[in-house]
């Protein structure tokens, strides 16, 4: 498996999101009706390209936030899951308005709106999550805070990752037809637990990927499913039709070919055709173990997800871009059996991991 290295320009490369001064449509400042209210900057660095963009909740055209505020003087909550709106280009609001109280304070806040967290002054505040794939998480915590007038700058960072697949092939347009692509064996559950002290402008991807704890690696997530199969043509083929485009942060197990279990890996079911859709593979002398078991008349190949990555695992806030090359029949690399940790990819087949 080779692997380039690139930057993700703008957030994904854990991006916080940087505050402004409130503006509303027409540019002008917008200040709270009462300066002891509590208000709040917060805005969007833009998203970078990605053709899947527009259909995805992030911080750029997230509508709302959720927010608790617990006041240490007062020994209790002075918002508690209050949601904040989107007003203008840059300004937020909430009612009934809160004021500053002048003691030492913490704020813990969460998109999209509808998550909650469970609250804990005196333990770790936590999202119990389950991943639904299509939508970011923003987390954000501020601590030791003492105001007593103005706005609140509020720093967000992406607690998920993403990940992608594109798929081409060497081989003459219409040859090779993939009919699913899934993700295996990494968890769509998981508990994020928010750190005591918050989050910084230094926070690092690692350390916001520390704040997860993972329940079980077992799932099978599809990230592209097409009922006749897809013919590959001239151009790559974005396997992203199942609206799966965000994972929990996970440490990818070693790859295995002979054990599916304890084993991230990317599985692809194709065959190779002729130009009259015959199948020139699989065929009567396919190994048992490259025949797909979902899909009758595909043959499979997998890939090992975290073998070139750093640690092997995807980390909070980045994006993972997998681009396989599928240039002939899959094979059963050499010594399977008995090098568990050796790479899947056979001749035929390459993949190139991009770090975003």
């Known amino acids: 498996m080779n692997r380039r290295l690139g930057i993700f320009g703008s957030i994904m490369a854990m991006a916080a999101i940087t505050a402004v001064v409130a503006c509303s449509h027409s540019g002008e400042i917008s200040y709270p009706s009462n300066e002891k209210e509590i208000g709040f900057e917060a805005t969007a660095a833009p998203l970078a390209v990605d053709t899947r963009s527009a259909e995805i909740t992030t911080t750029e055209n997230i509508p709302e936030f959720r927010i608790w505020a617990y ?48 609250t804990n002054p005196w333990w770790l505040d936590m999202i119990p999550y389950q991943n639904k794939g299509n939508e970011d998480l923003l987390v954000c915590r501020v601590t030791n805070v003492k105001q007593t007038s103005g706005r609140l700058k509020l720093h967000f960072y992406h607690a998920l990752s993403m990940v992608g697949v594109t798929i081409h092939t060497s081989l003459p347009p219409n040859s090779v037809r993939v009919k699913s692509v899934t993700v295996a064996n990494v968890s769509d559950i998981g508990q994020f637990r928010y750190p005591a002290e918050g989050f910084y402008s230094t926070t ?27 013919l590959l043509t001239d151009q790559p083929l974005e396997a992203d039709n199942q609206g799966y485009d965000f994972f929990i942060p996970s440490r990818l197990g070693d790859f295995d070919f002979d054990t599916y279990f304890n084993s991230s890996y990317l599985e692809i079911d194709y065959r190779i055709e002729n130009a009259d859709s015959s199948t020139i593979w699989p065929d009567a002398s396919t190994d048992r173990r490259l025949l797909s078991k979902d899909n009758p008349g595909y043959g499979q190949i997998r890939l090992a997800l975290g073998e070139d990555l750093p640690d092997k695992r995807w980390l909070s806030g980045m994006g993972y871009r997998y681009s396989v090359n599928l240039s002939g029949p899959a094979e059963v690399p050499p010594g399977a059996a008995s090098d568990p940790t050796r790479s899947s990819v056979a001749n035929n087949v390459s993949v190139t991991v991009t770090i975003l």
């Open 204 to 230: 690092t991807a690692r350390e916001v990927s520390e704040c997860w704890d993972i329940y079980g690696q077992s799932n099978r997530i599809p990230v592209f499913l097409s009922d006749n199969g897809t």
């Open 71 to 118: 006041d240490y003087g007062l020994f209790a909550y002075i918002m508690k899951g209050v949601n904040v709106t989107r007003t203008g280009l840059n300004s937020w609001s909430y009612s009934p308005a809160v004021d500053w109280t002048g003691n030492m304070m913490c704020f813990t806040a969460v998109s999209p709106a509808s998550i909650d967290i469970n």
